[in-house]
């Protein structure tokens, strides 16, 4: 166990044990995995390691699992360290790429691994921020293979909120490091945590109460309601600021307007305070007049405040700068404010139990609530920070609030799966110790083999207990019969007979069927009962019961073996998807083909993309409809947003046919599709790219403007990564820097 380093304060800060742990345990050259509470200060034990990198002239890289959160941590460490110092590299943006600290989101790192590992050589440590996202379906998989193609020579600091099984991951961090990883879980908040339920017509309750109120007061009968406004004004006077979670972007906009049509949290001095630094920082825009700017500035002018993905993002940073100044008393949000964004507060409000999952309705997991729950507390201001639910009585079910207890924290899972990019890599490289380390030890693998083996060893125990219960009966003799048998028989025999008393209603086969059993059962009756003493009778008995309960026990043992070898299995997946690159064309035995070299670039729809630039779509087209075509690649579409508007400035028509060709080779040999193209907001980026304003864009269809900017950030980094595909066409890759140049423009800009 490593001891504690001797330092008491980091930037004015006392260090509490688990971070002088952490920190010796990283001086001694090992990695580390932290497990530890939000807001407890986990991301110091990070600047700490950041600073000693810089005193040794060592590079360092910082990871996080969304850009917003890369863009904050730039900030931060350019105030730290000096802009020479840091560099960021999100896809969508690249500043000082060549700094000693580079900070970059975990699918950037994982790329630059998969292509150029040598561009890492001088760097001594990587972090990864919010290392828990191993377990998130749709991202997991990145940090998989980051942490699998960490070149030796670097170690790691893995920061993760609290996950009751921190030593199974760093089990098999250590299993494919081959380096000793020390974990430091700490358990206790630096500010302790209530929790309440906010009861209709009673008030808050603590949750550990809830059901019992709810019952004995017979509440489910009444036909009672309350909402965030009866919450907030019950928690006013006390819990403010609050962070209120809603798990509806176009509800937190809603109750937002509700409350502040309601109150005024600000004195006229702050009023005017709010409001001259919301027009000073939106004025170089020219978005005064777009509704949602005009609402925003509404709310912010009575200290409440919005924040959700598809806010513009200029709004989003005057909204966490204001609530920063602490000019904000309630602001409404969607969860991914919680993730890394240090924003603590007083109390922290939930507007539901249940949550949308894009599909249906399911309540709140105990991890996700206590992401964002910690929030709740501020450290050396609080004594304690206050979390309540909004209780609907008409869809009570008290199993929704019971799990939320830390002990209830879910388990990790791994979500690892392979990419074509991934499996092309894997082939050109032709490194079989990487291919075994992707196909064999991934966490899911790792997993699936430990417990394979814990299963098959519980098996043989079992079998081996039941040969040893057996040794304790009695030797099996045909000329007798065992008298533990006798009553069994003759109770079998009694129940033959009176089914052929009543023979007249069976059939015939029936009736001789029963007639053979009969014959049987009396011939064992006749045979004489075996003299045995009480005590071999009892110990005869107590072995035969044990027997029957590992014969059930070995069932359940040998249905769960064979789930485990059951299971998709990653060289299947990896086999299958090669089929497809077989049959493409990408790929012909262990080679890469063409068209495959060219996939090794591309990180996001790499089929889809090969074929449009193997096709010349992007040398023949215009660079405005390269825009329009970008924009739909791997584009999402939310629930609601209505239908494609038609136009007539280009014809995408042959991208929907190459999707759909594409979507029946996979089809074929996968069984599922992943091929995703939708052009719903191609012609907003046709007339973008033509020059057109933000608000005659937004015209043109009701898609919240923080998408319509997202989704052309994200055309910036797939038209990077087809340009570094094409880098030997020096005429193509000029004109897809000029796309990225008209897209990055105005409000669609990023400012860090």
Not at 722 to 729: L, N, S, T
Request: aromatic fraction near 8%; hydrophobic fraction near 40%.
């Amino acid at each position: 166990m490593t001891k504690s380093v001797d330092l008491e304060v980091f930037h004015g800060l006392i260090l509490d044990d688990f971070q002088k742990q952490a920190i010796a345990a990283l001086l001694e050259g090992k990695s580390v995995l932290v497990s530890a509470p939000t807001g407890v200060g986990k991301t110091l034990i990070a600047d700490y390691l950041i600073e000693e990198a810089q005193k040794k002239n060592k590079e360092i890289v910082y990871t996080a699992p969304i850009k917003a959160l890369s863009n904050q941590k730039f900030k931060q460490f350019k105030n730290l360290f000096g802009e020479d110092q840091v560099g960021i590299i999100t896809g969508d943006v690249v500043i000082n790429s060549n700094a000693p600290i580079k900070i970059m989101t975990t699918e950037i790192f994982r790329n630059i691994l998969h292509s150029r590992p040598d561009d890492f050589a001088h760097a001594s440590h990587v972090i990864f921020d919010e290392i828990h996202f191993i377990g998130d379906d749709d991202r997991g998989a990145v940090w998989e293979e980051a942490i699998i193609l960490l070149p030796e020579s670097m170690r790691m600091l893995g920061l993760s909120a609290t996950i009751p099984n921190a030593g199974e991951l760093a089990e098999w961090l250590s299993h494919i490091r081959k380096e000793e990883i020390e974990v430091i879980a700490h358990h206790k908040r630096a500010v302790p945590l209530s929790h309440y339920g906010y009861v209709p017509g009673v008030g808050v309750v603590p949750l550990e109460d809830l059901d019992r109120v709810i019952r004995d007061r017979n509440l489910l009968q009444m036909d009672l309601y309350a909402d965030h406004l009866d919450l907030i004004a019950d928690i006013e006077d006390r819990y403010l600021p609050c962070l209120y979670f809603v798990f509806s972007r176009k509800k937190c906009e809603i109750k937002a307007k509700e409350l502040a049509d309601a109150r005024n949290y600000l004195t006229r001095a702050e009023r005017l305070q709010v409001l001259e630094f919301f027009d000073s920082m939106i004025e170089p825009y020219e978005i005064e007049n777009i509704p949602s700017v005009k609402r925003m500035r509404h709310l912010l002018s009575r200290g409440v405040g919005v924040h959700h993905a598809g806010l513009l993002p200029i709004l989003k940073d005057i909204v966490e700068e204001l609530f920063a100044r602490k000019l904000i008393s309630v602001l409404y949000c969607t969860e991914t404010f919680a993730v890394g964004i240090n924003m603590p507060v007083k109390s922290v409000c939930f507007d539901s139990v249940e949550k949308f999952t894009g599909v249906d309705f399911r309540p709140m997991l105990a991890q996700e609530y206590f992401q964002m729950a910690g929030r709740a507390g501020r450290r050396g201001i609080d004594k304690e920070g206050h979390s309540f639910i909004l209780v609907d009585l008409k869809h009570y079910q008290k199993e929704s609030y019971e799990h939320l207890r830390e002990e209830n924290v879910e388990k990790l899972q791994s979500r690892f799966k392979l990419s074509y990019n991934t499996i092309l890599h894997l082939i050109d490289g032709q490194d079989e110790v990487i291919t075994q380390m992707l196909l064999e030890k991934s966490f899911a693998a790792f997993l699936r083999n430990r417990d394979l083996y814990l299963v098959e060893d519980a098996i043989q125990s079992m079998q081996d207990l039941r040969s040893e219960k057996k040794k304790l009966m009695c030797p099996q003799d045909d000329n007798y019969l065992c008298p533990l048998d006798a009553a069994k028989y003759r109770n079998r025999l009694r129940k033959v007979k009176r089914k052929l008393s009543r023979s007249r209603q069976t059939r015939k086969a029936r009736s001789k069927a029963l007639l053979e059993q009969k014959a049987r059962l009396e011939a064992i009756l006749k045979k004489p009962v075996k003299n045995c003493s009480e005590k071999e009778k009892r110990t005869c008995y107590e072995a035969r019961r044990d027997r029957e309960i590992l014969k059930g026990e070995l069932k359940r043992l040998e249905v769960a073996r064979r789930e485990l070898v059951n299971e998709l299995r990653i060289e299947e997946e990896f086999a299958a998807k090669k089929q497809v690159l077989e049959y493409l064309s990408y790929v012909k035995g262990e080679s890469l083909l063409d068209r495959g070299k060219i996939a090794l670039d591309l990180h996001v729809q790499e089929l889809f993309v090969t074929e449009l630039i193997a096709s010349g779509f992007f040398h023949d087209r215009p660079i405005e409809e390269i825009c329009a075509a970008v924009v739909g690649i791997d584009f999402d579409r939310r629930r609601g947003d209505g239908r494609l508007v038609r136009h007539k400035y280009f014809d995408l028509e042959p991208l929907l046919e190459l999707q759909d060709r594409l979507a029946l080779v996979e089809m074929r040999f996968l069984g599922a599709t992943t091929v995703r193209f939708d052009p719903y907001l191609s012609l907003q980026a046709y007339l973008w790219a033509k020059g057109a304003s933000f608000e005659e864009i937004l015209r043109i269809a009701p898609v919240p403007e923080g998408d319509i900017v997202a989704s052309l950030r994200r055309s910036i980094d797939i038209l990077r990564q087809i340009r570094a595909a094409v880098q030997g066409d020096l005429s193509l890759t000029e004109k897809l820097t000029e796309a990225m140049k008209l897209i990055d423009r105005d409000v669609v800009s990023v400012n860090i």
